[in-house]
């Protein structure tokens, strides 16, 4: 199926862990993105990369490492968890212009 | 940064009733999404607008460029619509993601 696919959908971390959130879309779009929703927060972008090759921190990049791999993956790594990045996360592509915009389904991170 | 609010933050109606959902940004765009999340769900793309008005099923979307305001309209509204309805701007230049309002928390009554 076409898309944007994130894998886990769920995960729960101890305090300290390390982990990496996988993301993959076969539109062959340039752009990809990771952000984190939180309540009364709303979704904020935490990196992102416009091209193969590329990546530039958004909004809330700390505490968080990215990999374009190539350019259907986009890697989201958490170093050393803390139970504030307890929250969704989700992967989006787009062609890189203001249209064609697709979001993965969230993975659902717990840090105790 | 572009700041985005929506309003209202929560919104509950009776089936049936006629739905408005507002969106304003602080700073010029490139383009608006309404976007769609039901609970524990992914989030879909309703609309993507720069200019002018949109029309799909009962859903209506809008948009005023020299007034940085949008807005989402559900005719004959349904309790499937129940949902939380998401605005988010691309600014000019457009590679540098999406910036987000915090969210309509819409639920409609039978």
């Known amino acids: 199926n076409a898309g944007v696919t994130q894998t886990p959908k769920f995960q729960v971390l101890k305090t300290g862990q390390s982990m990496t959130l996988q993301c993959a879309q076969d539109?062959?779009?340039?752009?990809m993105y990771w952000y984190r929703q939180d309540p009364g927060m709303g979704l904020r972008l935490i990196y992102y990369?416009?091209?193969?090759?590329?990546?530039d921190k958004g909004e809330v990049p700390n505490g968080y490492n990215v990999s374009r791999l190539n350019k259907r993956e986009f890697s989201l790594r958490l170093e050393s968890a803390a139970p504030s990045q307890t929250s969704v996360y989700f992967c989006?592509?787009?062609?890189?212009?203001?249209?064609?915009?697709?979001f993965g389904s969230g993975t659902r991170l717990t840090v105790v | 940064k572009n700041e985005v609010e929506q309003s209202p933050q929560n919104l509950t109606a009776q089936e049936g009733e006629f739905i408005t959902i507002n969106c304003s940004y602080s700073?010029?765009?490139?383009?608006l999404h309404w976007l769609q999340q039901h609970p524990g769900g992914g989030i879909v793309s309703l609309f993507m607008?720069?200019?002018g008005k949109k029309k799909h099923g009962r859903l209506i979307a809008t948009i005023n460029i020299q007034e940085k305001h949008s807005s989402l309209h559900i005719t004959a509204s349904h309790p499937r619509d129940s949902a939380v309805y998401i605005c988010?701007?691309?600014?000019?230049?457009?590679?540098?993601?999406?910036?987000f309002g915090k969210g309509t928390h819409l639920i409609i009554q039978p």
């Open positions: 989006a592509s787009s062609d890189g212009t203001a249209y064609g915009y697709t």
């Open positions: 539109m062959n779009h340039n752009s």
């Open positions: 990369s416009a091209s193969e090759g590329t990546t």
């Open positions: 700073v010029g765009i490139s383009a």
């Open positions: 607008l720069s200019s």
């Open positions: 988010a701007v691309i600014s000019r230049g457009g590679a540098d993601g999406l910036t």
